[in-house]
């Protein structure tokens, strides 16, 4: 018997991350080589739950993304250790958000607060401003997508 649906939730603290396993899909090939890789070149040794999110579930952003419990349309979620990552069917790797996902995580770990505002080193280069639109070309997750795609992940 399946049971669709089926909502866990993350109790983290004073806020939670629902993982809807209805929109839960297996992780991609090369998943768990590209979690290893990244999470030791972010310096953790630890290793998140990861939640893969595909197929009808990516409903938004031109099918790269899902709406979150807010509301917004996202490409992933992090809280605490616990993952939500979008499988862009097919789309390699370091075109997803994992590293992005996993940077939010390793700055959990060591301490740095998870960097929600996208303004420390995970996310920018030295010296840029915080000013500047973020995306996943900079900083040490820029440089952990350019090692996969390298890696051919």
Not at 27 to 42: C, H, K, N, R, S
Not at 78 to 107: C, K
């Amino acid at each position: 018997m399946r049971l669709a649906g089926l909502l866990v939730v993350a109790t983290i603290g004073c806020g939670s991350l629902e993982v809807d396993m209805s929109k839960v899909v297996p992780a991609p090939a090369g998943a768990d080589q590209a979690v290893e890789l990244i999470t030791a070149f972010y310096g953790v040794s630890a290793r998140p739950t990861i939640y893969w999110y595909g197929g009808a579930a990516l409903n938004c952003g031109y099918g790269t993304g899902y709406v979150d419990q807010k509301g917004s349309c996202v490409g992933g979620d992090q809280q605490d250790d616990t993952l939500i990552v979008s499988d862009r069917g097919g789309a390699p790797l370091s075109g997803t958000s994992l590293a992005h996902e996993l940077a939010h995580y390793a700055s959990d770990k060591r301490g740095e607060g998870g960097d929600q505002d996208h303004c420390g080193h995970f996310f920018r280069d030295d010296g840029e401003s915080c000013a500047e639109p973020q995306d996943d070309a900079r900083g040490d997750t820029g440089a952990a997508n350019r090692m996969l795609a390298a890696m051919g992940l």
